[in-house]
């Protein structure tokens, strides 16, 4: 059976909504509830793995152009629940301004997000742990958030050869500081969708399973 059979997606990433996509802090919704937000290097394939998480062909813009995703865009799942798409980072033909832009939204949405239960950095598993990379690492595990990564486009590479990457990074990321888990995944052959889609859902169940109000 296909891990993208509808029946296997679980209800709170059955049926989500666009809601806005933000340039600037003052746009961001209230800071309530519960978000998992996607980064990565630019045309990594963060909006490609929303999709495939939600079952969706077109809910996150993909596009194979690098720099797609220009502002922070957030996608409802229930009335204290959201997915945040961002902008990826280290794509050098935009104009710096942009960029700068870019990257400082995503810094401060990392830094001030209250209801910022867990990032999942996507790296490609062909080029993992860019300079950006280690820097994105390095500064969500200064800060303490958890962080799951998905080894994308796992489909480029045979099954050995992306075994031995998984275990090259793992061995890596054991120096993390804080929650790191990782994981093969590809959207195309949508290979790794069930278990992304378990670990987000731990994330965003966390608070009611521990009895929270
Ligand atoms: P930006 O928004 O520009 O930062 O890009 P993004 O990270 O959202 O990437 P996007 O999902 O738009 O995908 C970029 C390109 O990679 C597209 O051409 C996708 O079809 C392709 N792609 C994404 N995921 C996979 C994958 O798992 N395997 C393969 N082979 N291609 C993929
Ligand atoms: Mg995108």
Redesign the pocket.
Known sequence: MSTNNTDTIPALLRSPEFMLGAHTAAQWPTDEGTEIA?A?????????????IAGRKNL???????????QINFFRLDDSRRIV?L??YG?ARVPLEVRDHWERSITQYLAERESLRGLVI?MDIRRPLTDLDRQMLDWTGSMGLAVHVLL?????LKRGAASSALLRVTRTLTAYTGECTLQL?????RSGVGEARRHIIDWLTEEERNGVQ
């Not at 990565?40 to 495939?52: E, F, L």
């Not at 995944?185 to 052959?189: D, N």
């Open positions: 996607f990565g290097r630019s045309n990594v394939g963060k909006s490609s793995a929303i999709n495939a996150a813009r993909t596009s194979k152009t690098p720099g797609r995703t220009q798409d902008p990826g794509f996507l994308t486009k796992a489909d480029k995944f590809s959207s195309t052959k």
